[in-house]
């Protein structure tokens, strides 16, 4: 099992940047596929980003290519989000999500075991 805890969050005017963080607790955060979702007011949880095991492939949703990057680092228990040129339609709740039985990573909430409480990201126009 494992534990996750997302901050990073914050208010941002558009055009702006944030850098979210999800911390695992347990040694075996490695053997993960990790990934991020937002979740919007009245709106369906949707895959922002995910990478493998090993921080070799990642997979982008269509809101967020060009503009998000997904990273990790194993030695850390750590996934990050960098988002770049925010948009007031970026507003929500980000979260981030851990898949124990895959090895590709999965754009479907359903696919994945352990997720953090999510931090909240609000861009100003």
């Known amino acids: 099992q494992v534990q996750l805890v997302e901050s990073g969050g914050g208010l941002v005017q558009a055009g702006g940047s944030l850098r979210l963080s999800c911390a695992a607790s347990?040694?075996?955060?490695?053997?993960?596929?990790m990934g991020w979702f937002r979740q919007a007011p009245g709106k369906e949880r949707e895959f922002v980003a995910g990478i493998n095991r090993g921080g070799t492939g990642t997979r982008y949703g269509d809101s967020a290519k060009g503009r998000f990057t997904i990273s990790r680092d194993n030695a850390k228990n750590t996934v990050y989000l960098q988002l770049n040129s925010l948009e007031p339609e970026d507003t929500a709740v980000y979260y981030c999500?851990?898949?124990?039985?895959?090895?590709?990573?999965?754009?479907?909430?359903?696919?994945?075991?352990?997720w953090g409480q999510g931090t909240q990201v609000t861009v100003s126009s």
């Open positions: 999500a851990a898949e124990q039985n895959n090895i590709l990573v999965s754009t479907r909430p359903l696919s994945y075991d352990y």
């Open positions: 347990g040694r075996t955060f490695s053997s993960y596929v």
